[in-house]
């Protein structure tokens, strides 16, 4: 399975020297597969620990935190003979081992020339962090480009690469889109949707709501494991009621963000913070700022803490939550189908780097969202996840924010690549829209 990450790992090989890389993500995206069976071949040898899974390892990093100790003492307790200028030395789940997180910053600086590589599950709870002594990148969920490198197409794959516009294309790419919104982006329901491709659709959506149910559980226990001083069932009431609050439609009066009756005697934005966060902070959600009249970069500058819209991290798993079926899914006649669409696009623009997001609302017009060019100027990108491109939404905040350039994601073939100034562009080539503005 093909990750796109994987060049920026190669690059950081080729470096002469470099800081120890940090792979963080959520449970379950497949770091420990990018790092081992992608990453590794490009090295002679791999010696690879695993705190979660073999406690007993911390023991080399009980005493000495020289480099070389380290070394030695891991040599010794996995039998394992590791030549630091050929071999990629991989620290899984780095997170349980805090001794092993400080040692990153003495790799950092007594070894720049050796290959070691961390990952981790809950990297955003450390207590002590070694800032600026590593390369740190998130793994997400495999975006579209990724589901389609796993799906082996070479056709498909060319047309989305060079954004092909053509009734051919748009069928048989919005068709891998809606499967996508079943299968989400999860490496184990991806690779298992393709694995029983010669299966019955019973038989391979059954197989994928089974990993759905599981990774959902896991993440419910992970709550009470490791939630510290926060409170793990508000934790799950806020992770459990996303969906819903995603879909609920809220009037006027209601600026900022709000769970309604998900927790007893809780009703303001502080009484949620630390619940939000925590999520936050472990990558299963995605964070989206509203703001309110004539949009300015920075759009951080005039974002709100206590007005945020939450995503799932993963649009599969939030079609399990909200107990879609497939056949809805793909007939897309079904209730949420604009929140589906809406929160495909917040992970896509997450993967190429915004994050958070931001959208623009006025009275009862919205714009999901307002991204910034490289000169500044604002463009909103309005979200249809139908046929129908009509936008009242949209023309509003043309009348009253004068962009220079707009941009609609649609169920639809889009417009032409002539079309410079009121684009429409179809959802599943949203990764493309910062290349656009």
């Not at 590794?40 to 695993?50: Q, S, W």
């Not at 051919?168 to 184990?188: N, R, V």
């Not at 009249?293 to 206590?306: C, E, F, H, T, V």
């Not at 009509?390 to 941009?407: D, E, F, G, N």
């Amino acid at each position: 399975m093909k990750r796109l990450l994987l060049e920026q790992l190669i690059a950081w090989k080729l470096q002469p020297e470099r800081k120890p890389l940090l792979i963080d993500g959520a449970r379950q995206t497949g770091k420990s597969y990018l790092l081992k069976e992608l990453f590794g071949r490009e090295f002679a040898g791999v010696l690879r620990i695993d705190f979660l899974e073999a406690p007993q390892l911390a023991d080399a990093f009980a005493g000495s935190l020289a480099p070389d100790d380290i070394l030695s003492n891991i040599e010794l307790l996995t039998g394992q003979v590791f030549n630091p200028t050929t071999d990629l030395l991989i620290l899984d789940e780095i997170g349980e081992c805090p001794k092993a997180v400080t040692a990153l910053k003495y790799f950092a600086e007594k070894a720049s020339t050796w290959f070691v590589a961390a990952s981790g599950s809950n990297i955003g709870l450390l207590n002590s962090f070694p800032v600026g002594k590593v390369e740190q990148y998130n793994l997400r969920p495999l975006t579209f480009r990724e589901f389609l490198w796993a799906a082996n197409e070479p056709a498909l794959l060319k047309a989305y690469e060079t954004q092909t516009n053509s009734a051919a294309a748009h069928s048989k790419l919005f068709d891998k889109l809606t499967d996508y919104y079943f299968t989400g982006g999860m490496p184990e329901a991806v690779a298992s949707w393709f694995a029983n491709a010669e299966k019955s659709i019973v038989e391979r959506v059954a197989a994928v709501q089974k990993i759905h149910a599981d990774l959902v559980a896991g993440y419910q226990r992970d709550f009470g494991k490791y939630a510290g001083k926060a409170d793990a069932q508000l934790i799950e009431a806020v992770f459990r009621n996303i969906p819903s609050q995603l879909s609920a439609v809220f009037d006027e009066s209601v600026k900022r963000f709000k769970f309604k009756g998900i927790a007893e005697r809780k009703s303001r934005y502080a009484e949620f913070e630390s619940a939000i966060n925590w999520l936050h902070q472990c990558r299963l959600v995605l964070k989206s700022y509203p703001l309110e009249g004539l949009p300015r970069a920075p759009l951080a500058s005039y974002q709100k803490d206590s007005m945020v819209k939450l995503f799932l991290f993963d649009v599969g798993l939030l079609n399990h939550m909200l107990n879609t079926g497939y056949r809805e899914i793909k007939q897309q006649g079904y209730e949420y189908k604009g929140y589906i669409a809406e929160n495909f696009v917040q992970q896509e623009f997450a993967a190429v780097g915004i994050e958070p997001s931001f959208s623009w609302a006025d009275a009862r017009a919205e714009i999901e969202f307002i991204i910034t060019n490289q000169l500044g100027q604002v463009v909103p990108v309005e979200v249809k996840s139908g046929k129908r491109t009509r936008a009242k939404s949209l023309q509003s905040y043309i009348a009253k924010c004068a962009p220079h350039k707009t941009i609609k994601l649609t169920g639809t073939q889009g417009s032409g690549q002539e079309e410079q100034t009121h684009l429409v562009m179809p959802l599943y080539y949203a990764e493309y829209v910062p290349g656009r503005i």
